[in-house]
């Protein structure tokens, strides 16, 4: 039932009907994932009606009490709900009658929804650095077991030069630990709270932004009522640029594997339980795990100009637009975090075969090698490249196990496959994991502390040990 609506409900017209799955069909549908959020954003709402003597003492635990047990229950959405913040009021006023009525004292749905969104977008952020983290881990720890084994090195597709093992799969690590620093830069963004500013110019008590912003766990309150509202979309735009950048990564990733595991290369085996197979040819060992992830990434230029455009040149102040950024942001996210939790066992099971590797080691690999050895015999650098150059037909073919190694290990400058550097990128990862464990472990003990009934720390009072009773 709506909220707005005054009389009595009548019989639905086919019009009625029709706007209202029109305008909340599909959207109830990403409403089902901001649910707990809402009742969290209630909870804490209620300490701020309670602080301005809006509800009594009593009334505001019953409320907070009733919030808690509608956690409990598997809320259902449909499109005759309109969305989750009207199922939530209604069902408090179900359970507790009048008194679920003051639930919306000093709050619009225009400020709830951008608490529900940003709660929701923390949690999934976090869900993402932390499957980031153990795929870089998994890239880390294969690239130092493999930081020796040659692996030739493409450009244009072609062969290059010699490369490693090791400065491949370090190569993916650093690329998603920069990742890391966009998606740090983006939780500053998020991290406020938008709750007190209503439909977006302000409300008529001077409610405790701060009480609230602290007891939903955001870091700080965000200030002016218009902007909470020009801000949406915004942020979620800027987290799925730099969602796009960890994507941009992982289909990359993506396509190397389902190159170099294909038997043209056969450089790797991906475990066999991230292949699957084909309902016609037996002999079949598809990399599908690998095709989905890349073929997700391609929905992030979609996600992005969607939300791009709903943006562009709309007028400040809520418009119902800003519903249809719901969907990029859940569809977006959920992918992410997808896709990096079945990347990092995959990697950690990568087998590697080294004689492969070895083989496509062909003589023209190393022509680059032949000019520079021909520098440091004193030869102009352009002089001893036209020299290689114009006996390329006459290089040997026949390639040895030394020759190869010894020039993976002559390219020892930081980053060169002689020197990759993992150790220092291990110790940042120590240090990000801690970091992102630390902050996200206070988020979820914030969101505990609120599902805890109040009255649970009287039980405690009484199970206190009595004066004089030293046990
Ligand atoms: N479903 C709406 C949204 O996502 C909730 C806010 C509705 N506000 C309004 N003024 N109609 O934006």
């Known amino acids: 039932m709506k909220t707005w609506k005054t009389g009595e409900e009548g019989e639905k017209t086919g019009i009625e009907k029709l ?19 809402d009742i969290y954003g209630s909870i804490a709402h209620v300490h701020a009606l309670e602080k301005l003597d809006l509800v009594t ?13 509608l956690l409990e229950k598997d809320i259902s959405l449909d499109a005759g709900d309109e969305d989750i913040h009207s199922k939530v009021e209604n069902e408090i006023t179900d359970a507790l009658g009048e008194l679920g009525k003051k639930l919306h004292t000093a709050r619009s749905r225009n400020d709830q929804v951008l608490v529900d969104i940003r709660l929701f977008t923390k949690a999934e952020l976090f869900r993402i650095v932390r499957e980031l983290l153990s795929l870089v881990e998994s890239l880390l720890y ?17 062969k290059a030069m010699p490369s490693s093992v090791g400065l491949w799969a370090g190569s993916y690590a650093e690329a998603l630990l920069d990742d890391l620093t966009l998606l740090e830069a983006n939780l500053e963004l998020i991290d406020q709270s938008p709750l007190g500013a209503g439909a977006g110019y302000g409300i008529p008590v001077n409610l405790d932004r701060e009480l609230t912003a602290e007891t939903l766990g955001f870091s700080r309150v965000q200030n002016n009522a218009i902007y909470v509202m020009n801000s949406r979309g915004k942020f979620e735009f800027n987290l799925l640029s730099a969602v796009a950048s960890v994507q941009l990564d992982l289909s990359r990733l993506a396509s190397d594997l389902i190159s170099f595991s294909d038997k043209e290369f056969n450089f790797f085996e991906i475990p066999e339980k991230f292949t699957t197979g084909s309902s ?12 989905l992830v890349r073929g997700r990434s391609a929905s992030f230029p979609g996600h992005l100009s969607s939300l791009f455009s709903l943006l562009h040149g709309l007028r400040s102040g809520y418009s119902r637009d800003l519903q249809e950024t719901k969907k990029s942001l859940i569809v977006g996210l959920g992918d992410t975090g997808d896709s990096l939790a079945v990347l990092a066992p995959l990697v950690s099971g990568l087998g590697v075969n080294e ?6 080691f062909s003589g023209e690999v190393f022509a680059t090698d032949r000019v520079f050895e021909l520098v440091k015999d004193g030869l102009p650098f352009r002089e001893a490249y036209r020299r290689v150059k114009n006996n390329l037909d006459s290089q040997v073919e026949e390639v040895s196990e030394d020759q190869i190694r010894g020039s993976i290990s ?3 400058h930081p ?13 940042l990862l120590e240090r990000s994991k801690e970091k992102w464990a630390e902050r996200e472990s206070r988020f979820v003990d914030c969101l505990r502390e609120l599902r805890k009934p109040e009255g649970s720390s009287e039980k405690y009072e009484d199970q206190k040990p009595k004066a004089g009773n030293n046990e």
Do not use: W
């Open 355 to 360: 004689e492969e590797l070895m083989d496509a």
């Open 19 to 37: 706007v209202e799955n029109f305008t909340a069909g599909a959207d109830v549908g990403y409403d089902q994932c901001l649910a707990e959020y």
């Open 410 to 412: 002559s390219r020892n």
């Open 415 to 427: 980053g060169g496959p002689g020197n990759l550097g993992l150790g220092e990128k291990k110790n």
């Open 57 to 69: 003492s009593p009334e505001a635990k019953k409320l907070r009490n009733g919030l808690r047990k």
């Open 280 to 291: 016609i040819m037996p002999q079949k060992k598809n990399p599908d795990v690998l095709e």
């Open 142 to 158: 294969f690239g130092s077991s493999q930081s020796d084994t040659p692996m030739v090195g493409f450009t244009h597709y072609r």
